[in-house]
């Protein structure tokens, strides 16, 4: 089995900075792809930043220049820097990682696998 784990969410004043982590554990054989989404109630999930594996990222036009996404591959960990927060960021956000795991001598996958979710909420 294959878990997500988001952690670091939470309430900040406009203009403030919060990091979001999300740890991968389990069976894992390889992580691919991995990226944060966010939804804010009443809206559609979105996409707000990936990463490949190799490091390359790309970003939501909304949070270019003040979100940063990061890896660390040896820990199997996945980071968003969050800085120069704005109320329209407020919402739950959910990692994502495409990942290979391992069954006994076999591989499975990659298969997409997503986090329980982290509240950030941004007061004005």
């Known amino acids: 089995q294959v878990q997500l784990v988001e952690s670091g969410g939470g309430l900040v004043q406009a203009g403030g900075s919060l990091r979001l982590s999300c740890a991968a554990s389990g069976s894992i054989f390889s992580i691919n792809d991995m990226g944060w989404y966010r939804q804010a109630p009443g809206k559609q999930r979105e996409l707000v930043a990936a990463?490949?594996?190799?490091?390359?990222?790309n970003y939501a036009d909304s949070v270019k220049g003040r979100f940063t996404i990061s890896r660390d591959n040896a820990k199997n960990t996945l980071y968003l820097q969050m800085d120069s927060l704005k109320p329209e960021d407020t919402a739950a956000y959910y990692c994502n990682a495409n990942i290979v795991r391992k069954s006994g001598s076999y591989y499975v996958g990659p298969s997409v696998y997503w986090g329980q979710g982290t509240q950030v909420t941004v007061s004005s």
């Open positions: 990463i490949t594996s190799g490091g390359s990222t």
